[in-house]
C-alpha cells in the first residue's frame, strides 16, 4: 500500500480546485432544461452550494461567478455572504453571448458601437474583480461566423485583439486575464478564438498578465491535451483550467469520468512541470488556476460538483506518485515501454486509502459522497428552496447557459 508521506501530505494540501456558480443552478440542453429539486435559485444559493462542496473535501475553497447571472448591486456584501460560509469569490467571467445585440458577435462584432457594448461589459466586470477582490477575469468569446464570405476573418482578429488589449490595460495589478478558446459552437463556420494557438498569440502580443485557459471540452476529438499543456507551461502561459468532460461536443460531464488517464496524464504534465529546472515553468505551474466548468443536467447538482473534485483529487494524486527517476532513465535509455509503464504503474495504484488517510488528518470526512448523502443536505434545501421551474429547449437560451 502507498503511504502519506510528508510530500503527499503537503501537495495533496496545496491543491485548489474551483466551483463554477453556474453549476449549481438549472441548466438543460437546448431540447429541455429540467428542474433540479433544490437547485439553487439565485447567487447567494450557489455560493452556499459551493461552501458545502468545500466544507467536505477541503480544496474547493472558491467559486467562480458569471457576469450577469450572477449580478447582484453590493459585491462586496456578496464576498462577505461567501468568506461566512468559508469560501472565496474565484475567477470572474463576463457574458458576452447572451443578449440580442451579439447575434454577428460581441467585441468582433461589425458594428463598432456593439464592438464598444462588449468591450465596456469586459471593463464593467474588471471592476468587479476589484470589488470581490478575484484574481481571474475568465474570458470565453462565442464570437465567429457560420458561413464562408460571412465577414472578414482578418478584421475579426484585429477587433479580438484589440479589446483583449484594452481590458489587458485595465487588469489590476496582480490581475489576470485568462483567453479561452473553443473549436466550435455556436459559430460552427469560424471561431474568432478557434484553437490554443490563435489564444496564445493574442496573449503574447497583449501583455504580461494574459494567459491560456484550456477548457477540456473544446476541442477536436484525439487532440493530446497534455501536450498542449506541457507547451504552453513551457511558454509560461498557462494560466488555467476549464475542467469537464466531452465525449462528442461540449463539456458539460463530470471531469475524469470518461477519459480519467487523460485527466491523470494532464496533472502528470503540470507535476512535472512544477519539478523543472526552468524557473518560468515552475512558477506558471504552480499558479494555474484549476476550475471546473460544468452544468449538470441529469444529476444531483451537489453531489455532482463534490464527485468532480474528487476525480482531480485522485489524478492529481496518482500523478504525485509517478517514479521521476525510474520515468526519466527509462526515456534516456529509449526504453519505450518501461518508461510507459512508469505512467500507468502510477495510474493503476488505488489512491483511495491514501487520500481517506489525507483527509482524516484534516479532520474531513474520509468518504465525502457518503458523508453528503448522509448530511441531509439535498433535502433539506429542497425543503427550502423547492423545485424552480424548469425550461423548454430552444428559445431560452439563457437557461441553455446554465441559469
Ligand atoms: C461555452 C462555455 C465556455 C465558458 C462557459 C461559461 O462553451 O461552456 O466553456 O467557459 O460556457
Ligand atoms: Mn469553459
Ligand atoms: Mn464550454
Known amino acids: 500500500m502507498t503511504h502519506l508521506t510528508d510530500d503527499l501530505h503537503a501537495a495533496l494540501s496545496r491543491q485548489r480546485i474551483e466551483t463554477p456558480s453556474w453549476g449549481y443552478g438549472n441548466s438543460g440542453t437546448r431540447f429541455k432544461t429540467f428542474a433540479a429539486p433544490g437547485a439553487a435559485r439565485d447567487v447567494f444559493e450557489k455560493i452556499d452550494d459551493a461552501a458545502e462542496v468545500h466544507r467536505l473535501t477541503g480544496i474547493a475553497p472558491s467559486v467562480a461567478l458569471h457576469i450577469p447571472w450572477d449580478e447582484v448591486d453590493d459585491y462586496a456584501a456578496l464576498g462577505r455572504h461567501a468568506r461566512e460560509r468559508g469560501v472565496d469569490i474565484g475567477a470572474i467571467n463576463p457574458n458576452v453571448f447572451q443578449d440580442d445585440v451579439y447575434r454577428l458577435g460581441s ?23 476589484r470589488q470581490t477582490g478575484s484574481r481571474d477575469l475568465s474570458l470565453w468569446f462565442a464570437d465567429g461566423t457560420n458561413y464562408a464570405g460571412q465577414d472578414d476573418l482578418r478584421r475579426r482578429k484585429h477587433a479580438m485583439r484589440s ?43 497583449i501583455g504580461e498578465k494574459a494567459q491560456v485557459l484550456v477548457d477540456l471540452g473544446h476541442h477536436a476529438q484525439g487532440v493530446n491535451i497534455e501536450q498542449i499543456v506541457a507547451f504552453l507551461l513551457d511558454e509560461g502561459r498557462l494560466g488555467g483550467f476549464h475542467f469537464n468532460a466531452r ?52 444529476e ?9 473534485v474528487l476525480n482531480c483529487q485522485e489524478a492529481y494524486a496518482k500523478a504525485l506518485l509517478i517514479d521521476r527517476d525510474a520515468l526519466k532513465d527509462a526515456q534516456q535509455a529509449g526504453d519505450v515501454l518501461a518508461a510507459h509503464r512508469a505512467l500507468t504503474d502510477a495510474f493503476r495504484t488505488d489512491v483511495r486509502p491514501l487520500l481517506a488517510e489525507w483527509r482524516e488528518a484534516g479532520g474531513l470526512p474520509t468518504d465525502p459522497i457518503a458523508a453528503h448523502r448522509a448530511s441531509g443536505y439535498q433535502t433539506r434545501v429542497t425543503r427550502e428552496r423547492g423545485t424552480a421551474v424548469g425550461g423548454g429547449g430552444y428559445p431560452v437560451k439563457e437557461k441553455v447557459m446554465g441559469t
Open 247 to 298: 465525449r462528442y461536443a461540449d463539456d458539460d460531464l463530470i471531469v475524469g469520468t470518461s477519459n480519467p488517464f487523460e485527466l491523470f496524464c494532464i496533472y502528470a504534465e503540470l507535476v512535472a512541470a512544477g519539478h523543472s529546472t526552468d524557473q518560468r515553468t515552475r512558477t506558471t505551474a504552480q499558479d494555474v488556476a484549476y476550475m471546473i466548468d460544468q452544468s449538470h443536467n441529469i
Open 107 to 129: 467585441v468582433t462584432h461589425p458594428d463598432e458601437a456593439v464592438r464598444e457594448q462588449a468591450t465596456q461589459h469586459l471593463l464593467d466586470c474588471v471592476e468587479v474583480m
Open 163 to 205: 479589446a483583449l488589449k484594452r481590458v489587458h490595460d485595465a487588469l489590476p495589478e496582480n490581475g489576470r486575464m485568462l483567453v479561452e478558446y473553443k473549436l466550435f459552437e455556436p459559430a460552427f463556420y469560424a471561431t474568432d478564438l478557434f484553437d490554443w494557438g490563435a489564444a496564445y498569440a493574442h496573449c503574447v502580443a
Open 300 to 308: 444531483p447538482k451537489v453531489e455532482a460538483m463534490l464527485q468532480s
